[in-house]
């Protein structure tokens, strides 16, 4: 027969082993859930990224995307919190010479020349859900462009970053795990409370929990597979037929990655012979009719004013405005066309209307500019200055005495004329997306 003691010893001995079973399901739970908690954790917190160093090396970049990947960084360091867009549709830009300013960047370079850091710029555009980023930069005659979407998200390094779907999934799976591991937690701290006040009477249900944990960590977990459509590019078509363009039209060429560049331009400069209109002007005396007065006069005589002068004569000077091209009247006689380079002068009798530009002595161009044609008209009855109207007479008449100024007026000739001059052409092919 058994002894008391025997049997003490006995009870003693089972609950030293449910003991050691219950702790050793313990450290095997606490094994499983520990990579949890070591798993990838997206810092905020900013890694020097006040300024980007640049090496003397990188200084001299050769390639329009490594400088355009350079102006891209600078700018997502630039665009702090304070500085972002505040409402959609909103706009803010920094050019390169910003960037240089706030020693975030240097000057760039592409073949060794230096980019321009007026015209090379970033422009940071707010969406409804992030940002539009457009990188521009010009460098000699070349220029190139990047477009992304960047936003305030859980993994940026500084303020924004460039989108990334790859670790918004890790992000999404790692806040998945963290509720996990919660739930579990709280399991293991419920376990431990039920199996210290039941451990001698339920030796059956820690066996089927130790089963459960062991079936648990067996379990994969599965990540979701998110199957995108896979955008292409296609080949470049031909290249279009030249058309004439400004010379301040600017090339662009695309990277051959690049799903924002669509279309690519080219520029040819070429030295052509072409016509261009060019004027030259001359001036030429006429008389400005002034006024006129109603009154008594000597009979026998017509009279004129001129720069305030009174004249007498015998003929009808006032003829001469009215006077058809190239017409003879009883006062006036056409005597022809004369060319000369100065302005012919009023004076005796003689009469002068202009008729146009003499380029019977230019070349292709005239550099001391043409001669000039005009009408010549000569009046047949002199002309005597007198005092009055009434001056050396008896027998008087009412008569219009007319008053005239000498006035000068500027004519202008155009002449086409054939210059040396840049003209350029420009030439386009495009390329599609495709699925």
């Given at each position: 027969?058994?002894t008391?003691d ?5 009870i ?9 079973i219950?702790?050793?399901?313990i ?9 949890k908690?070591?798993?990838?954790k ?5 890694k020097?990224?006040t300024?980007i ?7 001299s970049?050769n390639s329009?995307k490594?400088?355009l ?8 360091i ?6 972002l867009?505040?409402?959609e549709?909103d706009?803010e ?11 975030i960047?240097?000057?760039?370079y592409?073949?060794n020349?230096k980019?321009d850091?007026?015209?090379?710029y970033?422009k940071?555009?707010?969406?409804k859900?992030d ?6 930069i010009?460098?000699?005659?070349k220029t ?5 979407h960047?936003?305030?998200y859980?993994y ?9 779907s790859i670790?918004e999934?890790?992000i ?6 963290d509720?996990?591991?919660?739930f ?5 701290n419920n376990?431990v409370?039920?199996n ?9 249900n820690?066996i089927?929990k130790?089963?459960?944990i062991e079936?648990?960590k067996d379990?994969?977990?599965?990540v979701p597979?998110?199957n995108?459509?896979?955008?292409k590019?296609?080949k470049f078509?031909?290249w ?15 990277d051959?990655n690049d ?5 690519e331009v080219?520029v040819?400069k070429?030295?052509e ?5 060019k004027?030259y002007?001359?001036n030429?005396?006429v008389?400005?009719f002034t006024g006129?007065i109603y009154t ?6 017509n009279y004129v004013t001129?720069?305030?002068s ?9 003829e001469?405005?009215?006077?058809p ?8 006689s056409?005597?022809g066309i004369?060319?000369?380079s100065?302005t012919?002068s ?11 530009a003499?380029y019977?002595?230019?070349s292709?161009?005239c550099s001391?500019?043409?001669?000039y044609?005009y009408?010549?008209?000569e ?5 005597a200055?007198?005092s009055?109207?009434t001056?050396?007479?008896n ?5 219009n005495?007319?008053s ?7 004519q ?5 004329e054939?210059?040396?001059k840049e003209v350029?052409?420009?030439?386009t092919r ?6």
């Amino acid at each position: 027969m058994y002894t008391e003691d025997y049997i003490h010893n006995g009870i003693f001995a089972r609950r030293l082993i449910l003991k050691v079973i219950l702790i050793l399901s313990i450290v095997i739970l606490i094994i499983w859930l520990l990579p949890k908690f070591i798993s990838y954790k997206p810092s905020n917190k900013s890694k020097n990224t006040t300024s980007i160093k640049v090496s003397e090396k990188n200084v001299s970049a050769n390639s329009m995307k490594e400088s355009l990947q350079k102006l891209k960084d600078a700018a997502i360091i630039y665009y702090k919190k304070e500085k972002l867009p505040k409402k959609e549709g909103d706009i803010e830009l920094v050019t390169l010479k910003q960037l240089i300013k706030d020693k975030i960047l240097t000057e760039l370079y592409v073949n060794n020349k230096k980019c321009d850091i007026n015209k090379s710029y970033a422009k940071l555009t707010k969406l409804k859900d992030d940002y539009l980023l457009k990188v521009f930069i010009t460098c000699e005659s070349k220029t190139d462009y990047l477009l992304i979407h960047v936003g305030e998200y859980d993994y940026c390094a500084s303020t924004i970053c460039e989108k990334d779907s790859i670790k918004e999934e890790l992000i999404k799976d790692n806040k998945k795990d963290d509720k996990e591991t919660l739930f579990a937690d709280n399991s293991k701290n419920n376990i431990v409370e039920e199996n210290n006040t039941i451990i001698e009477e339920k030796e059956e249900n820690h066996i089927k929990k130790d089963e459960s944990i062991e079936k648990d960590k067996d379990k994969e977990i599965q990540v979701p597979v998110i199957n995108k459509p896979t955008i292409k590019l296609s080949k470049f078509s031909s290249w279009s037929s030249e058309i004439k363009t400004s010379c301040n039209t600017q090339e662009i060429t695309c990277d051959i990655n690049d799903k924002n560049c669509l279309k690519e331009v080219k520029v040819t400069k070429r030295i052509e012979e072409t016509t261009i209109p060019k004027n030259y002007t001359t001036n030429s005396l006429v008389l400005k009719f002034t006024g006129n007065i109603y009154t008594s006069v000597c009979k026998n005589y017509n009279y004129v004013t001129i720069q305030g002068s009174t004249y007498r004569t015998l003929g009808n000077y006032d003829e001469i405005l009215t006077l058809p091209p190239k017409t003879s009247t009883n006062s006036w006689s056409y005597k022809g066309i004369i060319s000369t380079s100065v302005t012919p002068s009023f004076g005796g009798n003689k009469f002068y209307k202009f008729i146009g530009a003499d380029y019977s002595n230019c070349s292709h161009t005239c550099s001391n500019g043409p001669k000039y044609y005009y009408d010549l008209y000569e009046y047949n009855y002199g002309l005597a200055k007198v005092s009055s109207v009434t001056e050396g007479c008896n027998i008087y008449n009412s008569k219009n005495v007319n008053s005239y100024n000498i006035a000068k007026q500027v004519q202008t000739v155009t002449r086409n004329e054939k210059v040396n001059k840049e003209v350029c052409y420009m030439t386009t092919r495009t390329r599609k997306l495709i699925n």
